[in-house]
DNA sequence: ATAGAATTTGAACGGCTGGTCAAAAATTCA
DNA sequence: TGAATTTTTGACCAGCCGTTCAAATTCTAT
């Protein structure tokens, strides 16, 4: 059912190799559908081998999730604190995120389709985790407003959902190769969330 | 770990009631992580019961999806055939597709996250009818460049991947009760992707 | 009431799961 | 080389999974 990956004796047996197996296996099957053996054959090895490196399948889980947030986190901080005006800031972390959707999108996959089977203290943290990423989007957008570059009536928290909606639905679709770029398509959702469709506007 | 839903006597089991209960636990744990007897639970019977009713896990999956596509389906078809303008057009699409997401959110979520789930012909379908749907939105703004209401320089699969994303994103962060309504909410997206953040433009 | 149909039960099944572990193999380094 | 260490093997376990089915129950209509 699983086909093995081309890496059979390629690469030693890590963490990092199995965490990034699992992640293709996850975002392909499901984190429920994915048993150890099928990770076990992807990386040309046996189930008990995994354990040498992982205490069990979650944290394999639990490890992909923290790759995302470390990979995600501090970029966006340093645009949201940087002195540049608002519309650019929104553009940049438009393109920020949207480049983490699209170059690591099986583990964007499994981060916002997995989470439901994080146990315990670390799914909260996540969670929490999260929204504040979510928040930095909701600051850029209140500050927007408040120097009078985004209009009045937007409300910072729909306008969020909507632009990290747009952003992460990217990994769904997005394959290398394409069309276009990510930078581009970053470009073509900054474009749409600052201007609109519409060639004029009566506001 | 699977409390009872409330349902227990009140309803009559029939594939209606184990889909919609099916549709709740597989939102929220995940198809591979739901049991049979996790359902049968839910609804105050014993997993055999089901069978009686449904003729094995994967059926209840397929009629998730068969719900979503159901109600989906017909009136975006009657919004793009309609003779009304383009904007409006989108604005009516928006909103249709915003209110079943809200609405079904459940339903929402199993059909975007569980397709993996389904095997053979059935899967292939779903993709078709789900390409065919995101073809209406591609159509409408189509249409709206072409009548010089939408810019030129619009991607229309960009755009419809912009939009459905952020439309789609609603099911993982609406809940009923809230600040706004999903018209409002609709209203939002459509003003957002019509005119955009900022208070003027260049173009 | 009672026959007949519709529905539910509860036990049983084979198979697969995540996890464990002593022994074997491979690697490292003096 | 050869001893010490790191890594992998492969067999094993207990438990849960989806599914089946004969028997028991409940419903329906006379």
Not at 60 to 78: D, H, K, S
Not at 80 to 100: F, N, R, Y
């Amino acid at each position: 059912m699983v086909e093995k990956l081309a890496e059979k004796g390629k690469v030693r047996l890590s963490q990092q190799t199995i965490v990034a197996a699992a992640a293709e296996l996850f975002a392909r099957n499901g984190f429920g559908a994915t048993s150890l053996d099928d990770m076990a054959t992807a990386l040309g090895v046996t189930k008990g081998a995994l354990y040498y490196h992982v205490k069990n399948k979650e944290e394999i889980l639990r490890l992909i999730f923290l790759q995302v947030l470390t990979i995600a986190e501090e970029p966006l901080r340093q645009i949201v604190e940087s002195k540049i005006d608002p519309a650019e800031k929104l553009a940049q972390a438009i393109s920020h995120h949207t480049a983490v959707a699209a170059d690591r999108s099986p583990q964007m996959i499994v981060f916002y389709r997995e989470q439901v089977h994080l146990t315990g203290p670390f799914s909260r943290e996540i969670s929490h985790r999260k929204k504040t990423y979510e928040s930095y989007f909701e600051q850029i957008i209140e500050e927007g407003i408040a120097a009078g570059q985004f209009r009045a009536e937007v409300d910072p928290k729909i306008a969020t959902f909507g632009i990290l909606g747009m952003c992460n639905w990217l990994s769904q679709w997005y394959k290398p190769g394409g069309t276009y770029t990510p930078t581009q398509i970053a470009q073509f959702f900054s474009q749409l969330v600052e201007g609109g469709l519409l060639v004029s506007r009566t506001s």
